[in-house]
């Protein structure tokens, strides 16, 4: 990995199709330049890149103390106040093989803040709620009425169904497997509708199970 630090340009910045800026990155907070690769343009920044063919951001390193599960942002191209002209986040794309921590399930985006291109890695929020919109703890065990995960008695012959609804309230999507039901009762269950996946950001899926208990 090659020692951060500032590159600048004079004049204006065009991020073209097929181009790569090579970002690296050595400490997770620190200052940009020193820490991580900064270009500070004085001009105007252009992506002119599509999303058909985008610029790519080859983020490298392997920065001491990195955590899949906390969300991190790095300034690495600056420009005068104002927009970064055609911006749009699809016309990029982020190269992460050389960046050595793994990243769980997070991954790597950039947005335009004010004229700065800055480099994000985001991370997923997963809440699964139950009856009512009851948040279920993760590694909750015990089941209660008020969540649903408790079904109470059901009589001789009936059934009962509560679904359970999965948000991701992060800027990365997830992905969730099918729903299995263990434990010493898992016969007296079943899973009638499985959620869809990936959830994206800001998404939700549900899943229902259905109480085949007797009493």
Do not use: K, M
């Not at 790519?56 to 690495?76: E, H, K, L, Q, R």
């Not at 947005?111 to 590694?139: H, K, M, Q, T």
Request: net charge negative.
């Amino acid at each position: 990995v090659d020692l951060p630090g500032t590159l600048t340009v004079a004049g204006d910045l065009s991020l073209s199709v097929g181009g790569t800026y090579r970002c690296d990155l050595t400490n997770l907070t620190g200052a940009a330049g020193v820490d991580w690769d900064q270009i500070a343009v004085a001009g105007t920044i252009t992506a002119n890149a599509s999303s058909d063919d985008p610029f790519t951001i080859s983020v490298a390193g392997n920065p001491p103390g990195f955590d899949p599960a906390t969300p991190y942002a790095w300034t690495i191209a600056t420009a005068p106040a104002g927009a970064i002209a055609n911006f749009s986040a699809d016309r990029f794309t982020v190269d992460s093989d050389d960046f050595l921590p793994s990243p769980g399930a997070g991954s790597f985006g950039v947005e335009d803040v004010d004229g700065a291109l800055v480099l994000r890695f985001l991370v997923p929020v997963i809440s699964v709620r139950g009856l009512d919109g009851v948040e279920i703890a993760d590694g909750e065990t015990t089941p209660t009425e008020a969540s649903g995960t408790d079904f109470g008695e059901v009589a001789l012959n009936e059934s009962l169904a509560h679904t359970f609804t999965v948000t991701n309230t992060g800027g990365a999507p997830f992905t969730i497997a099918d729903v299995a039901i263990g434990g010493d009762q898992a016969a007296d269950f079943v899973v009638t509708a499985q959620g869809t996946s990936p959830v994206p950001e800001g998404g939700g899926t549900s899943f229902t199970s259905r109480s085949r208990r007797r009493i």
